[in-house]
């Protein structure tokens, strides 16, 4: 993104909006109370771990544009409180003190400076907390940027809309996580979505694999939906920042005029065909649309793991494995490939239950192929000589692809395997499933964010080489640090792979115990 701060004023118009119209009179609903308690509780409660300022009632003008404190303010008595048939959702007005509007126009409409800014300053956010039929709770950010055409038709007011009801909304809904980062772009025609992109490549492909391996179970409409195709589209849209300053009970607000603080840049995901609202044939229903198969046509967002059926323990696990006879005798092969072949590479992808060990071998100097076609509980491969001492990138793709593809049994008792040149061993055990999706895709969802990974990870491994760290401990302390986060823990494995310690590097790079 480009970081240039510029305040311009749009044709000398100041305009002001010192009570938004979504701040107005409370709005009423048929029995919140239960729903509104517990939506509360659980906003509260995540904005704590997200480090979210979330029970001010003042803002200030003169810091919130600097500070990097993210501050939400929900307005709790207008919440607007729905129900479907398998869903709850509140949503709820919200001040933030420094409003972000992205000024998207995928319409080409010729540029005009006074639209734009009633536009922008008729945008609005709100804080979307919802229940799913198994009683998890999630929530976004929601932004309403709506056309200039439908505010003339609406006395410039677009506040009676909501996610469950968009009567004759046109324009455009951008969902973000609370940490600011966009899921998903709506583009709505006369109450009707007729586009759809999700950011980034990675998460558009992950989308798709994760959709075909469950579309059998899916219902009719869902299913044809997800099996359509869909291209990519590279953006540059202008972004806005309008700071505001607000108080008491009822709770006003008084906004300064927006300014423009550069362009944002990204490679997204568009589904096709778009729906056509005029065509008689096809009533443009996004079966997706609707909230309640929210979890089912966003995959990549899971629902939280049940507590009733809690995952196995990694490090359970892994000492499960360093008692499997046949287990270690693979792994004993692959360490003798790799300690005395230069160029090849060698893997067993097995299958527990069966106790199926299926062995792949590189040709020439080339990388052993990791794509599976069956359902396995692991797979374990040697590196050659020019290989990383330590799991590389392929390796945790390798995990992400199987996953995405469907096909590992079980992401909790999943195992990458890998045994170095230099004889040691090591193992990947995934944490947390939601986690690990999450990561890869907020660090590997562009070619950016891949290169700033790739660059952090390769810069911290030279400096402690440079600094006197032997090579190899250099790889493994820098990889422990690169997956930090990432819901994956690693294991190391003794000479003879009758024991798995789970290891982490300390905040004095030293590599320590990682109990489960």
């Not at 080409?108 to 922008?120: G, P, Q, T, V």
Request: with cysteine; glycine share 6%.
């Amino acid at each position: 993104m480009k970081k240039t701060i510029i305040a311009i004023a749009l044709l000398g118009i100041a305009i002001i909006f010192a009570c938004r119209k979504d701040y107005a009179p409370d709005i009423g609903t048929d029995d919140p109370a239960d729903f509104l308690t517990q939506s509360k509780s659980y906003y509260y409660q995540q904005a704590g771990k997200l480090g979210i300022s979330a029970v001010s009632k003042r803002l200030s003008s003169l810091t919130a544009m600097k500070s990097s404190q993210i501050t939400i303010i929900p307005l709790w008595n207008k919440s607007f409180i729905s129900k479907t048939a398998t869903n709850e959702f509140n949503e709820v007005p919200i001040s933030t003190g420094a409003k972000k509007t992205t000024l998207y126009n995928f319409e080409n409409k010729s540029a005009d400076a006074k639209k734009d800014l009633i536009r922008i300053n008729s945008s609005f956010q709100r804080l979307l907390i919802y229940k799913t039929r198994k009683g998890n709770f999630n929530q976004l950010k929601l932004t309403y940027l709506p056309d200039y055409e439908y505010l003339e038709k609406n006395h410039f007011d677009a506040s009676v809309n909501q996610i469950t009801s968009m009567t004759n909304y046109s324009g455009y809904v951008e969902y973000r996580t609370l940490k600011d980062e966009v899921i998903l772009l709506l583009r709505f025609e006369n109450g009707k979505m007729i586009k759809k992109r999700s950011p980034g490549k990675s998460v558009a492909l992950l989308s798709q694999k994760l959709k075909a391996s469950m579309k059998a179970s899916l219902p009719s409409g869902i299913k044809d939906h997800l099996i359509s195709g869909g291209g990519f589209e590279t953006i540059c849209v202008p972004m806005y920042i309008t700071i505001c300053a607000g108080g008491g009970d009822p709770y006003v607000e008084v906004c300064g005029e927006p300014e423009w603080i550069g362009e944002e840049c990204s490679t997204v995901w568009v589904d096709y065909p778009d729906p056509d609202p005029t065509d008689p044939n096809d009533p443009g229903n996004d079966p997706c649309l609707d909230p309640a198969n929210f979890y089912l046509c966003n995959p990549d967002f899971p629902n939280p793991d049940n507590p009733d059926n809690p995952p196995a323990d990694p490090c359970a696990n892994a000492n499960a494995l360093a008692q499997n006879e046949d287990f270690r005798e693979r792994f004993d092969l692959l360490k003798d490939k790799a300690v005395t072949d230069s160029t090849k590479e060698a893997m067993y992808a097995y299958e527990l239950s069966t106790n199926t060990y299926n062995f792949e071998e590189s040709q020439d100097q080339g990388s052993v192929s990791m794509e599976f076609n069956e359902k396995i509980d692991g797979a374990i491969h040697s590196h050659n000589k020019s290989g990383d001492p330590i799991f590389s990138l392929g390796d945790i793709a390798a995990i992400y692809n199987t996953y995405a593809d469907g096909n590992m049994k079980n992401p909790a008792t999943f195992t990458m395997g890998v045994v170095t040149p230099a004889g040691n061993s090591y193992i990947l055990k995934i944490d947390n499933i939601n986690t690990f999706v999450n990561w890869m895709q907020n660090h590997f969802g562009n070619q950016t964010n891949t290169n700033a990974w790739t660059s952090s990870y390769l810069g911290n491994k030279d400096n402690l080489i440079s600094t006197g760290t032997p090579v190899v401990s250099a790889w493994e302390k820098a990889f422990l640090k690169a997956i930090e986060g990432s819901g994956l823990r690693m294991f190391k494995g003794n000479a003879n792979f009758t024991e798995w310690k789970p290891i982490k590097v300390d905040v004095e790079n030293k590599v320590v115990p990682n109990p489960c």
